[in-house]
């Protein structure tokens, strides 16, 4: 991989000498902040103006992601200052939606679930295999949106679309196209190089793309905060040095030990243009990483040995994607246009740890195979746009232990994660939804949607523990529905009116996990969990002034019924079971009674000229569990967040200085059982932080780009809500991009 990145950087120094003498393009125009005429493609799978959207949708162009440059899909979701990113290690990054997270959120890419059988409603670290380098879009629905995409779509979803090859204008000539950047980060010592070619005929297209990323332990700030104090500092880890688990002194305290890993991600597509109405599209996606080591875990106390873990990392991170995608457009017969498409996944990840001074290594093994499809028509006509679809994602799970002796390599059986015989989950789902501009100013939209979904899951090897039950088998027949109205009014100004329903059918992970979800506690299977459902509203307002000054804001509230959480629980009459070799007590997923969530979303975005933007955006979001008997904190609930920034551009320069800010997290605020993780924030909670960031880049020529930024100036120290790992301390970034 050092000889790929020497190439490419060799290969953009030959493109620099050879065009200096070109004049930088002028960009400042096509960078403003504001567009009144922008379109967006999830809220109901067609592109529609944005402006006829009721549900709230932020769009992130892969102009706006190439200048945040970030490191992982992950990093660049938290750079929109909307969404929340916890990270448990350094190779992960679970994004929060009004108060939502994990399985809550539906992840997609070009038009595919990734969302399966086993995501957990913890936190999750999938969001990294999808690779930023190579996105044409990405675009975030906020609130339920089950009636187009059903389950989990509970917090909003998260549509990734990647580039499509470029096809020839000209007969007999080729359209061929090329990007490639190298990267180095200090913070982390990141190293990454992408490289990305199109070429296209008149008729027939392939894009192929690789990006390879190797990020070494993670150094956090050095500016401690006064509540944290060393709370969060790395002064000893484990080694195997001769064969025996030994603390070793770190000699730097800042740098996070054990958090580097690496990944590639290739891509390849081919688009065959069969007539100027109809359209191929063959999609391959491959993400594979190294091991990833679970830093919290690695940095849990042990009750003599100073630390509880030798080793706990994840095994590689692998995702597999095959899709075959068709469009019809300006079709004859009632629909003009039609879009269906088939999908293969494959998903591997496992689990290894190993206990301080101990020689068992455990290994869980999750394979998880997809197998998707989906239809879907529209009928556009004069003031009326109605669509329709059917899909379905049939998932299977292999779930396998086993423990090995480092010493002897002698292998012996172990208890899986999952249950150990067949797992199976299944959907089909219709839908129908409508938008009708029924006056000038007015806008009605809608849908409904109808699902039918399947779990079965077995038990085979009751050795460890004696389960009262075989197998858990599951059936749900979930409608949903949503109903919006827009006012576009005159003197630009825009209000709207939403409400939906969302549902979350519980999945394997739910129903039948045995996980310690921290030292001396372990959740056990319930099989008689129910989905849970939301019901929302959303109230927006916005106003633009002069085209130039962009002020909006989104009122929402959720009633969330039978909400899944974590709580104490009886496992064959006993409060406590061995798990691990130690007394563990027993928690379970539980049904509550309901739960509330509300919040307030303000942006304000502003072309004071040119030259000058600034753009402001800040979420705020309160939820409780409700019972006869209680009212606590619901988990997953973010503090305030948000982030401004400050741009000026100015021919082929532009600079942008900003701040990303979160508010506390005081600890009554978190939720006990839940997956808040509490024991990695400090004993009033996760301070308040801020962070002062600096942006440059510089359009050298219409070939060469150069960006260089300073994240977290001041050094700070802190870490997001509910992570187990400080976030990085002053990081100096230096890109240089090239492009034919």
Request: aromatic share 10%.
């Amino acid at each position: 991989m050092k000889r790929f990145l020497n190439i490419m950087f060799i290969s953009l120094s030959v493109y620099l000498n050879a065009e200096a003498q070109t004049s930088p393009p002028d960009t400042t125009l096509s960078d403003r902040v504001i567009d009144i005429d922008e379109v967006v493609v999830s809220a109901n799978k067609v592109p529609e103006a944005k402006k006829d959207v009721a549900q709230q949708v932020e769009s992130i162009t892969a102009k706006q992601i190439q200048q945040s440059n970030p490191q992982t899909a992950a990093d660049m979701i938290a750079n929109t200052g909307q969404v929340l990113v916890q990270k448990s290690q350094q190779g992960g990054g679970s994004p929060v939606i009004r108060g939502f997270e994990a399985s809550r959120v539906l992840l997609m890419i070009d038009d595919v679930r990734l969302n399966n059988i086993i995501y957990r409603a913890g936190h999750l670290q999938n969001v990294i295999s999808m690779d930023a380098s190579i996105l044409d879009k990405m675009e975030i629905l906020f609130g339920p949106s089950s009636t187009v995409y059903g389950s989990d779509a509970l917090g909003g979803v998260i549509h990734l679309h990647t580039k499509n090859p470029l096809l020839s204008d000209m007969s007999g000539a080729l359209n061929v196209h090329s990007n490639a950047f190298i990267r180095y980060a200090t913070a982390n010592n990141e190293k990454t190089g992408h490289v990305d070619f199109s070429i296209g005929g008149g008729k027939l297209g392939s894009l192929t793309s690789f990006t390879y990323s190797d990020f070494d332990d993670l150094r956090q700030g050095e500016n401690l905060n006064s509540t944290a104090d060393s709370l969060w500092l790395r002064p000893y880890y484990v080694d195997l040095i001769n064969g025996q688990d030994s603390l070793v002194k770190n000699d730097d305290i800042y740098k996070q030990v054990f958090s580097g890993y690496s990944q590639y991600d290739i891509l390849q597509k081919f688009l065959f243009k069969q007539n100027a109405h109809v359209r191929h599209i063959l999609n391959l996606q491959l993400s594979n990483s190294s091991n990833i080591p679970r830093y919290d875990r690695l940095t849990d106390p042990g009750e003599d040995t100073g630390l509880r873990y030798a080793e706990w990392y994840y095994g590689r991170q692998l995702r597999t994607l095959a899709s075959y995608e068709l469009k019809l457009d300006a079709m004859n017969g009632f629909f003009n246009s039609y879009r269906a498409g088939v999908n293969y996944q494959v998903i591997e990840e496992s689990r290894h740890q190993r206990r301080f001074d101990q020689t068992g290594l455990q290994h869980r093994i999750e394979q998880v195979g997809v197998t998707g499809f989906d239809l879907d028509a529209r009928k556009k006509s004069d003031g009326n746009d109605f669509r329709i679809g059917i899909e379905g994602q049939f998932n299977s799970l292999l779930s396998t232990a086993e423990e090995q002796n480092i010493e002897t390599g002698e292998i012996s059986p172990l208890d899986t994660r999952y249950p150990d015989g067949d797992n199976s989950m299944n959907n089909i789902g219709l839908y129908a939804s409508d938008t009708w501009k029924f006056s000038d100013p007015w806008v009605l939209s809608g849908g409904l949607r109808l699902e039918y979904i399947t779990l079965h899951s077995s038990f085979l090897n009751k050795e460890f523990f004696d389960f009262p039950f075989d197998d858990i088998n599951q059936t749900h027949l979930p409608l949903s529905g949503s109903l919006g109205i827009i006012w576009n009014g005159e003197k630009e100004w825009r209000f709207s009116l939403l409400g939906s329903t969302g549902f979350r059918a519980p999945n394997v992970d739910d129903l039948a996990k045995i996980f310690e979800s921290e030292p001396g506690s372990v959740i056990v299977p319930n099989p008689d969990l129910k989905p849970e459902k939301t019901y929302n509203a959303d109230f927006s307002i916005a106003k633009v002034f002069s085209n130039k000054v962009k002020i909006e804001a989104v009122l929402f509230g959720t009633l969330f019924r039978d909400a899944i959480v974590t709580d104490v629980f009886n496992f064959n009459g006993e409060d406590s079971i061995i798990y691990n070799g130690e007394l563990s007590a027993v928690l379970a997923n539980q049904n509550r009674q309901k739960a509330y969530l509300c919040g307030v979303n303000a942006n304000v975005l502003a072309d004071i000229s040119n030259a000058f933007s600034v753009t402001s955006t800040v979420t705020y979001t309160k939820g409780n569990i409700v019972t006869d008997s209680i009212n606590a904190p619901l988990d997953h609930i973010p503090p305030l967040l948000g982030k401004t920034s400050v741009i000026f551009r100015h021919q082929g320069f532009r600079t942008e200085l900003f701040t990303n800010y979160n508010g506390w997290k005081h600890i009554e605020d978190y939720n006990a059982n839940g997956e808040d993780n509490e024991q990695y924030a400090t004993p009033e909670g996760m301070p308040a932080w801020w962070t002062l960031n600096l942006r440059l880049e510089y359009q050298i020529n219409k070939y060469l780009l150069i960006q260089a930024a300073c994240e977290n100036i001041f050094d700070a120290n802190y870490r997001v809500f509910a992570s187990g790992i400080s976030a990085p301390g002053r990081n100096f970034i230096l890109t240089l991009r090239g492009s034919l």
